[in-house]
């Protein structure tokens, strides 16, 4: 059964650096997004993505966040200069066209110091 | 602005003991309202997707059903192995077309004791 993949499972970085994180989408999915869960907290959305550009993003999606496909399969999610408050786990999720479930990779843990 | 309640946030059963989890929301309008498990470390797994009140879905033990203001998931005869958290998400008519996305609750910690 296809699935969402991301890499890496663990990220430490230190206060200020940039970090990608890296998903490849369900192979026939349209749409894509990013959503983060802090630790003990709800799933919150970030970002969708679909025919090549941002549809919607929250709140949380602000300057430092960015977004790309740089291929026909990898999806990436950016973060300029991490903050110790970005320390999370990151969810990439992908949607097929006509279906309105989502799928969820198994998180990057992103740890800031 | 779009908001899911889940209730309890914890739930301690006996193995064969059925029970059933609340997911209240509030939305703009609604698209789709959808079940996911989550395993520890893991990333959120579907179940189910209700679009509309009256609808219902099974799945082994499992059954979700939806009202105007509510969705259930109904446990029947649990087993260890259905312990995890459960999560009730949305997704609201917005203007993000169908990439809007999903506005999830707190989940429910459900632990199926042998």
């Known amino acids: 059964e296809p699935e969402v993949t991301q890499t890496p499972s663990h990220q430490v970085t230190q206060m200020g650096q940039e970090v990608i994180l890296r998903c490849v989408p369900i192979?026939?999915?349209?749409?894509f997004y990013w959503y983060r869960q802090i630790l003990g907290q709800k799933v919150e959305f970030l970002v969708s993505f679909y025919n090549n550009e941002i549809s919607e993003k929250s709140e949380i999606f602000d300057d430092q966040f960015s977004v790309e496909r740089p291929d026909g399969s990898n999806f990436t999610l950016k973060i300029r200069s991490t903050k110790l408050e970005d320390s999370a786990m990151y969810f990439c999720?992908?949607?097929?066209?006509?279906?309105?479930?989502?799928?969820f990779g198994p998180g990057t843990r992103l740890t800031v110091t | 602005e779009d908001q899911v309640t889940q209730s309890p946030e914890a739930l301690r059963l006996q193995e064969g003991e059925s029970s059933s989890l609340n997911c209240s929301y509030t939305v703009s309008g609604l698209r789709g309202l959808f079940w996911y498990r989550q395993d520890p470390g893991k990333g959120p797994e579907f179940l189910f997707t209700l679009y509309s009140a009256g609808e219902e879905k099974e799945k082994e033990r499992l059954k979700a059903t939806l009202t105007k203001k509510e969705s259930f998931l109904h446990i029947t005869a649990p087993k260890p192995e259905d312990s995890a958290t459960y999560l009730c998400a949305v997704q609201a008519v917005g203007s993000g077309g169908g990439a809007d996305g999903l506005t999830f609750g707190k989940g429910t910690h459900l632990i199926i004791q042998p």
């Open positions: 192979s026939n999915h349209l749409y």
């Open positions: 999720a992908s949607r097929r066209q006509g279906a309105g479930e989502q799928y």
